[in-house]
């Protein structure tokens, strides 16, 4: 079936330095993604979002990439601070046959940052 | 500030003791969803509502409803709680299904 999957369970990175969170999506005809960050008991936040028709889209301190000849997502972080630790979750919105669209989940990435 | 409400944020209940989940929104969205959320993995959808309309996921057993008397509050209802159903429920809102969702923080469910 269709899914969205992470490379790195477990993401540790020292404060201060870029982070690069990846993100590979198996559904081509997908238009819409989102990364969320979640922090240990607390509900998904979302971060940023971007749109098949980009292939870059930066907020503050983030940046989200695109390839969709790969079906590649990435998530950067600069400068990282101990509070982006949490686990990250790409979504990809793709529409399903009952005519919605639903978020589909990939596994998350835990970032955890040192000092 | 608009935002997604869920109550209790911690629930316990005993097992075959149903138990109800709640949650509001002040984004005045058409679309509200549940999720199960286990530890350590992503969450999974359970059912949405767009508006009235009711869609359940095909995997989603009998023993999860939900309702949605009004705009503003989506219900969980678990009626016969397993040990296998503790676990975070997530509620989200949307515009419409095509765009972002906004979770609420969650509550937290034990069965004893």
């Known amino acids: 079936g269709e899914s969205v999957g992470l490379h790195l369970p477990t993401l540790s990175v020292q404060e201060g330095d870029n982070s690069i969170i990846n993100c590979a999506y198996s559904?081509?005809?997908?238009?819409?993604f989102i990364w969320y960050k979640q922090e240990s008991g607390k509900g998904p936040q979302f971060i940023i979002d971007i749109r098949s028709n980009m292939d870059k889209r930066q907020g503050q301190r983030v940046t989200v990439l695109l390839n969709k000849t790969v079906k590649h997502l990435s998530l950067q972080i600069a400068a990282t601070q101990p509070g982006d630790s949490a686990v990250y979750f790409c979504a990809e919105n793709t529409e399903f046959s009952g005519g919605y669209n639903k978020l589909i989940f990939g596994a998350g990435t835990r970032l955890a940052v040192h000092p | 500030d608009a935002m997604v409400i869920q109550n209790p944020r911690y629930q316990v209940t005993q097992f075959g003791k149903p138990v109800t989940l709640s949650c509001s929104q002040t984004?005045?969205?058409?679309?509200m969803y549940w999720y199960q959320q286990k530890s350590s993995q992503a969450p999974k959808l359970l059912f949405h509502?767009?508006?009235?309309?009711?869609?359940n996921e095909a995997d989603t057993p009998d023993n999860f409803q939900s309702r949605r008397p009004n705009t503003s509050f989506c219900f969980l209802d678990i009626r016969s709680p397993g040990l296998g159903d503790a676990a975070m429920y997530l509620c989200a809102t949307s515009t419409a299904e095509a765009e972002t969702q906004y979770f609420g923080p969650g509550t937290r469910l034990l069965v004893l």
């Open positions: 509502y767009y508006d009235k309309d009711f869609n």
């Open positions: 984004l005045n969205h058409n679309v």
């Open positions: 559904n081509s005809a997908s238009d819409y």
